[in-house]
C-alpha cells in the first residue's frame, strides 16, 4: 500500500461515493467531497492516514498540533503557579481550575485525532463516532472552566455566587451533555438533535458570557473568539467551499477542515488569554499586549 518514499500512492486514494459515505455519518453529512477516501480495514491500516494523501490526513495532524499546543499550556501554568509568589486562596483555584481545563484540552484532542484516524475502520465507526460528538462538548467544558476562572461566567449566576460553587455546577452540566450525546450516539439515535444540543451548550457556556462580560479593552478580543466560532460553524454547517467548487477542496481547504482549525484555535487562545491575562505569564502561546 505505501510506496518507497512512505505515502500512499495515488491509485490506492479511492474515490467510493456512496458507499464510503453510508458506512461514515460524518462523510454522509457532506456529499460534497468526492474523493480521496482512504480505504482501510484495521487498526494498523488506519494509522497510515498521517502520511497519505487523505482528505481525512489535516483533520487529524490538526488535532495532534492542537493536542501539543494544549500541553504547553499545561507546562506554562505550573510554571506560573510555580513562579506567583505569595499566591492568595482564590488565584490558587484559579490555577486549578485553569490546570484541569488543560488537561481536558489534551484528552479532547487527542480524541478528536484519534476519531478521524480511525474513522474509516468500520467496526470502530459508531464508538470513534460517539467519543468525537461528545468531545467537542468537552472542549467546550474546558472553555467554560476557563470563563469561570476569568470571572466571566458571574454573569449566569446570583450576585456574590462564589468561584467554586459556579465551577461545580458548569463542569456537572457540560459534562453531563457530554455524557447524553455519547449515550445516544452510541445508540445510533439519528432523531437526537446532537449538534443542536452541542451548539446550545457552546452558545450557553461560552459565547453569551464572553459577550455579556466584554468591555474595554477585552472586548476585541472576544470578538475575535466568538467570530472564529461562528464562522468556522457556518461554513461547517453550509459546506462552503466545496459545495461551490467540486472536489477543488477534497483534499485541503474542505469546510470541515477549516472549522477544526477556527475551532482549535479559538479554544487554545481563549485559555492563552486568561492566563496572561488573570496571571501576567509570560510563558503565553501568544505575545498578548497589557491591558489598558
Keep these: 500500500l505505501l510506496d518507497p518514499s512512505g ?60 493536542c501539543i499546543l494544549a ?88 450576585a456574590e455566587t462564589p468561584l467554586e460553587t459556579q465551577v461545580l455546577v458548569l463542569g456537572i452540566f457540560q459534562l453531563s451533555v457530554s455524557a447524553f450525546v455519547f449515550y445516544k450516539r452510541m445508540q445510533l439515535d439519528r432523531e437526537a438533535p446532537l449538534w443542536l444540543l452541542i451548539m446550545i451548550n457552546g452558545m450557553a457556556g461560552i459565547v453569551l458570557p464572553a459577550v455579556v462580560h466584554a468591555r474595554g479593552s477585552e472586548s476585541s478580543f472576544f470578538g475575535y473568539f466568538v467570530l472564529m466560532l461562528v464562522i468556522g460553524t457556518m461554513l461547517h454547517v453550509s459546506h462552503f467551499p466545496e459545495r461551490a467548487f467540486p472536489r477543488t477542496f477534497d483534499f485541503i481547504g474542505s469546510s470541515h477542515q477549516v472549522w477544526h482549525v477556527l475551532y482549535s484555535a479559538a479554544l487554545l487562545l481563549f485559555v492563552d488569554y486568561v492566563l496572561a491575562y488573570d496571571h501576567t505569564c509570560a510563558t503565553t502561546l501568544y505575545p498578548w499586549k497589557p491591558v489598558t
Design 7 to 66: 505515502f500512499v500512492a495515488m491509485p490506492e486514494l479511492y474515490d467510493l461515493g456512496s458507499k464510503m459515505l453510508l458506512r461514515s455519518g460524518q462523510l454522509q453529512k457532506n456529499k460534497h467531497v468526492h474523493s480521496r477516501y482512504f480505504q482501510c480495514t484495521s487498526w494498523t491500516d488506519a494509522f497510515k492516514v498521517l502520511f497519505c494523501a487523505s482528505n481525512e490526513t489535516m483533520n487529524v495532524w490538526t488535532a495532534l498540533g492542537a
Design 71 to 158: 500541553g504547553q499550556l499545561h507546562s506554562n501554568t505550573l510554571q506560573c503557579q510555580a513562579d506567583d509568589d505569595d499566591v492568595p486562596p482564590t488565584e490558587e483555584w484559579q490555577y486549578t481550575v485553569i490546570l484541569f481545563a488543560t488537561a481536558v484540552f489534551i484528552v479532547h484532542f487527542l480524541m478528536v485525532a484519534l476519531y478521524h484516524t480511525f474513522l474509516n475502520v468500520p467496526p470502530l465507526y459508531n464508538l470513534w463516532s460517539a467519543i468525537d460528538l461528545s468531545m467537542v462538548t468537552l472542549g467546550f467544558t474546558g472553555v467554560v472552566l476557563c470563563a469561570a476562572a476569568h470571572g466571566m461566567t458571574a454573569v449566569l449566576f446570583p
